[in-house]
């Protein structure tokens, strides 16, 4: 059973940066594929961006809207999945969700929320105006 864990959320001012950790048990990281997702009140949970497992090369994929600002990255070591955030602004505000993919087939959907077999509780982040 795969595990995972968020932190780093919290209250930041526009244009502010954060850094999202996603830490794995029961499983590595590097054998997933890992995305982060968001979903804001009243709205979907919505895709943010993704890393594939290391037999892929290691590819990554944005969101348009986040595109620039917001980087994925993954520290094997630590076994841990990072979502570093730029020049935030208030529409980025939502509860950000950790997931695993595990299958190595697959990777064409990973803005799909319906691939991932795990999922962590989420973090919020708030950005003010």
């Known amino acids: 059973q795969v595990q995972l864990v968020e932190t780093g959320g919290g209250l930041v001012q526009a244009g502010g940066s954060l850094t999202l950790s996603c830490a794995a048990s029961?499983?590595?990281?590097?054998?997933?594929?890992m995305g982060w997702f968001r979903q804001a009140p009243e709205k979907g949970r919505e895709f943010v961006a993704s890393?594939?497992?290391?037999?892929?090369?290691?590819?990554?994929n944005y969101r348009d809207s986040v595109k620039g600002r917001f980087s994925i990255s993954r520290d094997s070591a630590k076994n841990t999945v990072y979502l570093r955030m730029n020049s935030l602004k208030p529409e980025d505000t939502a509860v950000y969700y950790c997931?695993?993919?595990?299958?190595?087939?697959?990777?064409?959907?990973?803005?799909?929320?319906?691939?991932?077999?795990?999922w962590g509780q989420g973090t919020q982040v708030t950005v003010s105006s």
């Open positions: 890393i594939s497992g290391i037999w892929r090369g290691t590819r990554t």
């Open positions: 029961g499983g590595t990281v590097s054998s997933a594929d």
């Open positions: 997931a695993a993919h595990l299958s190595r087939a697959g990777w064409e959907f990973n803005s799909d929320p319906g691939i991932y077999n795990y």
